[in-house]
């Protein structure tokens, strides 16, 4: 894959001159997620493909926004309109963005149906690039994207595998919300986008578009971002020592159910690859 040239390595990348058509497709979990952790690649590649794994609507109205409107689908109907005002800052259109059908906070209990779905669509689209979330325990949707992106690249044939690449989100870090850098992982390096005051402007409008969120937004860096090729993880085990940030929260979900129900869609799916 040809990365943009002014994109500094670290040591192991080796970026040639931007190729603006390579076909990337971002997965986020939620829409936001793009926004988080991608904007200058997303506004650099002329036709990049943004997935959404679920509509961003919990399905408990104690997680909802204080502007959500009355029904869960309203609310998803809302998120939809926002990811669509905020992408076209970066100059993607609608036929250029894909909502999985998940529902926020569930995705690892509809981890199969889901990960077929984005095997098809990377098929369809004949990705060379995946960016999605790392495995670091601030999200389970968050995770789940992680595990579906190994999952979904597994699929598909040897020669026609995409390269997998990862966004900064957030994490616990001594009981205390981590967002903008990666856990540590070994012999990965990442590279550091340094946005522009024009870059910065324009992932600042992208925020502003997502007011349902803007609590959440504030929150987050916006003078760069970060990507790093995936590692290999072992999604039968914790992300970091400690609790992770969703527990921290009391979220419904537990750590270690997660982890029961990653194991079991890696069986499953090795047991299909087996077939």
Known sequence: MKWPADLRPLNSFSPAALDPSVRLALLAAHPDDETIGATRLLAQLSLPLVIFLTDGAPRHTRFWSPQAPGSREEYAALRREEAERALAHAGIGSQQIVFLGGVDQEVIFEIGRLTACLVETLQAQ??????????????????????????????????????????????????????????????????????????????????????????????????????????????????????????????????????????QALSESEEQACR
């Open 126 to 263: 004949e990705t060379e690039a995946v960016l999605t979330h790392a495995y670091e325990g601030g999200h389970p949707d968050h995770d789940a994207a992680a595990l579906m992106a190994n999952l979904a690249v597994s699929r598909l044939p040897q020669a026609a595998r995409p390269e997998l690449f990862e966004m900064t989100s957030y994490h616990a870090r001594d009981g205390r919300c981590v967002s903008g850098e990666f856990l540590p992982a070994q012999q990965v390096d990442e590279i550091c986008l340094e946005l522009s005051a024009q870059e910065q402007q324009r992932k600042r409008r992208m925020m502003d578009e997502y007011g349902s969120q803007r609590l959440v937004l504030e929150n987050f860096p916006i003078r760069s971002e970060r990507i790093r090729r995936a590692p290999t993880y072992d999604f039968s085990r914790p992300p970091h020592p400690g609790k992770l940030w969703y527990e921290c929260m009391g979220w419904p979900l537990a750590g270690a159910r997660w982890r029961e129900l990653a194991v």
